[in-house]
């Protein structure tokens, strides 16, 4: 067995309660695996994301600016902390920094940098206004979405064949449920300021949900997957609780979208399954998602295996996933010296002692 000993960066180690990141879990499945023996560096965005002060998975923490400040604040960040750090893999944990990041890929690895992305047409192709297009290549359907420009589509919207409930969703990222005119308009106004336009809105489809996450090799093949069925989720619709299961159609849908846009890093599915059985692709996200740790659970650890991939390493075997296994997640408090707090603040990092 080979063991790495390499500096990994993760970025999201944010852990809102709400819609927690996923970089947490992706730190302790790297921590917890017997073939790692590396340093792990937390990237947030936030001086109270949790992972900046968590001893027992990062041994520093950094504060990035938030991607909207562009890529050269970005790429400055990233210079001024591998000087520091020494970091040999970059793995992004977030929706809304993987454009600026597969944008500057090529100046990233000329750091010496190693990344597992995928490529910018691959990016495009998963995005939320692409999904019908996505979902034909994956074999399932997809509940209806319309492209919207203004708030007043909410008060008229019955005359367009739309009603409440409904999803409405940025271009690249957030997703909030409505259930009138009113909250509708309000999801608009945030998403666009945040995110711009256009603004999607998406129909609801009922049934149950499940996901799945898995690693693309860029060759067409789909690598690890893992699935669940959601048990228990946050007002956000994030999972707080959820069980393994094993299914084939999900696994068929998942693999041909994969072989046909041959994708190259991590990825999750969200679908729902309707009243009729049939499977409705409502999302796929170009990363891990917040319960990645489960992969770890069920004999997966996929965050490690996307860690070979990115030092060209052979990922090997996965041994068959167990079914039945449920994650809870839970919240706990970490007590640390105002100092080390005040310290992200004026000096944007420390190591953890």
Not at 15 to 28: C, I, S, T
Not at 150 to 176: I, N
Not at 261 to 289: A, C, K, S
């Amino acid at each position: 067995m080979s063991v790495f000993s390499v500096t990994v960066a993760v970025t999201g180690v944010n852990a809102k309660p709400d819609n927690p990141g996923p970089g947490l879990a992706v730190a302790r499945c790297l921590r917890e695996s017997p073939e790692f023996n590396g340093r792990i560096v937390g990237l947030g965005y936030d001086a109270l994301d949790p992972g900046l002060y968590l001893k027992k998975y990062c041994d520093a923490g950094y504060l990035l600016p938030y991607p909207s400040t562009g890529d050269e604040a970005f790429l400055s960040a990233i210079r001024k902390i591998h000087e520091q750090e020494k970091i040999d893999v970059l793995i992004p944990c977030l929706d809304a920094e993987l454009p600026g990041m597969v944008r500057l890929r090529p100046l990233i690895e000329e750091m010496g940098i190693k990344v597992f992305l995928p490529t910018p047409e691959q990016l495009r192709m998963r995005n939320k206004d692409q999904l019908a297009e996505i979902a034909k290549l994956a074999g399932i359907e997809c509940p209806e979405i319309k492209s919207i420009t203004h708030a007043g589509f909410f008060y008229k919207c019955q005359e367009e064949g739309w009603s409440f409930p409904m999803v409405v969703k940025g271009l690249f990222y957030d997703a909030r449920f409505v259930h009138n005119a009113d909250e509708g308009a309000e999801a608009f106004r945030h998403i666009a300021a945040e995110w711009g336009l256009p603004v999607l809105v998406q129909r609801v489809v009922k049934g149950e949900e499940y996901n799945l996450t898995a690693v693309g090799d860029g060759k067409g093949n789909m690598l690890g997957e893992v699935m669940i069925r959601k048990r228990a989720v946050t007002d956000k619709g994030k999972a707080w609780s959820g069980v393994s299961i094993i299914d084939h159609a999900l696994y068929e849908a998942s693999a041909n979208l994969i072989k046909a846009i041959t994708w190259r890093g991590q990825l999750e599915f969200e679908v729902m399954r309707d009243q009729h059985g049939h499977y409705q692709l409502i999302e796929i996200n170009p990363r891990f998602p917040a319960w990645i740790y489960l992969s770890v659970g069920v004999g997966r650890n996929l965050p490690m295996a996307l860690l070979k991939l990115a030092l060209n390493e052979s990922v090997g075997d996965f041994r068959e996933p167990e079914a039945g296994v449920l994650f809870i997640r839970h919240a706990e408090e970490n007590i640390i010296p105002i100092a080390e707090f005040e310290n992200v603040i004026m000096q944007g990092g420390h190591h953890l002692q």
